[in-house]
C-alpha cells in the first residue's frame, strides 16, 4: 500500500510539472508569432501599393483611349485641365461621351494631371492656328522614383510618372 502511495504521489507530481508551458517557452513563442505578424503587415503594405499603381496605370490606360477618340473626332485635344473626377468628357457641344467618368487617384482621390499643348509645347486653344495637338497626363506612382520626363518638361509637382499620346 505505501509503495502504490508513492507511486501515485510520483505520478502526480509528474502530471503538475508537465501540465503547462515555462514562461520561457512562452515568450519565445511570442516573439516568434510577432515577427511573422510584422513581416505578414510589411508585405501587406507593400502590395497594397503595387495594386494602387496598377489601377493608376489602369486609369491613365483609360483617359488615354478616351482622349485619343477625343482627337479622332475633333481633330485636337481637349484644352487643359480635364473634367473634374467623376465627371464626363464630353466633345465640346456636349452631344458625345468619351469617357463616363474621369477617373481619380485611389489613394487621395486627387485628379490625374493634364496638360494639353501645341506641338512645339507651347500654350494651345481650341482656334484653328493654336489646336492641341500633344498631351501629357501625370500620376504620382508610389514605387517608381522620379522619371526624367524627355516629352513633358517639366512634370508638375507631386507627380512622377506620365504618358502621352501613343
Known amino acids: 500500500m505505501v509503495k502504490s502511495f508513492a507511486w501515485a504521489v510520483h505520478k502526480t507530481k509528474e502530471k503538475m510539472q508537465s501540465r503547462g508551458f515555462t ?15 510584422g513581416i505578414v503587415i510589411t508585405s501587406a503594405t507593400g502590395i497594397r501599393k503595387s495594386a494602387r499603381d496598377t489601377q493608376r496605370h489602369a486609369d491613365l490606360k483609360s483617359i488615354q483611349s478616351a482622349l485619343q477618340q477625343y482627337y479622332a473626332d475633333q481633330n485636337y485635344f481637349p484644352l487643359s485641365p480635364l473634367p473634374s ?53 501625370f500620376a504620382k506612382l508610389e514605387n517608381i522614383a522620379t522619371t526624367s520626363a524627355t516629352q513633358c518638361q517639366p512634370i508638375p509637382s507631386g507627380f512622377n510618372y506620365y504618358v502621352t499620346q501613343p
Do not use: H, R, W
Not at 91 to 119: A, E, F, H, M, R
Open 23 to 37: 514562461l520561457v517557452e512562452l515568450l519565445v513563442a511570442i516573439a516568434i508569432i510577432a515577427m511573422v505578424f
Open 85 to 137: 473626377p467623376g465627371n464626363a468628357l464630353k466633345n465640346p457641344v456636349g452631344t458625345i461621351t468619351y469617357l463616363q467618368s474621369i477617373p481619380k487617384d485611389p489613394q487621395s482621390g486627387d485628379s490625374y494631371g493634364y496638360t494639353s499643348l501645341k506641338l512645339d509645347e507651347s500654350v494651345c486653344d481650341s482656334s484653328g492656328i493654336n489646336k492641341c495637338l500633344k498631351y501629357c497626363l
